[in-house]
């Protein structure tokens, strides 16, 4: 089985987010880790609107106030916790998401995500 960590939870700002090139059921994808307060979320880094990848800049996910994940492309807003896009091209589709777990303080793919 592939190295599932991804990173520390603790190297995460909170909220924060980091990008990350990964296998997914023996298919490579760019995938997303957001962190708000003692959670973490994964998705896939694909827009459900124009397929587009969603970060701005290496690692920059979250929009200015930090409340939401956003696109680069067209600036849809998705929530951190559902991946619900609530503004922009593609209100109440949601980005894929990625199951992760923590073990011992490491940010880990699920293990669903791995088989
Ligand atoms: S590609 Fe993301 S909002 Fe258009």
């Not at 880094?45 to 994940?69: E, K, T, V």
Request: charged share 20%; proline share 7%; glycine share 12%.
């Amino acid at each position: 089985m592939p190295d599932a960590r991804l990173c520390r939870f603790d190297e995460l700002a909170d909220p924060g987010s980091r990008g990350f090139e990964v296998e997914l059921n023996g298919v490579p994808e760019s995938i997303l880790v957001v962190r708000r307060g003692g959670s973490v979320y994964g998705y896939i880094n694909r827009c459900p609107h124009a397929g587009s990848p969603l970060d701005w800049m290496p690692d920059q996910f979250l929009s200015l106030d930090q409340r939401h994940i956003q696109c680069a492309t067209h600036a849809a807003l998705f929530t951190l916790d559902g991946g619900e896009c609530v503004a922009g091209p593609c209100v109440g589709d949601r980005l894929t998401p990625v199951a992760l777990e923590l073990v011992d303080g490491w940010i880990c793919l699920g293990r669903q995500a791995q088989s």
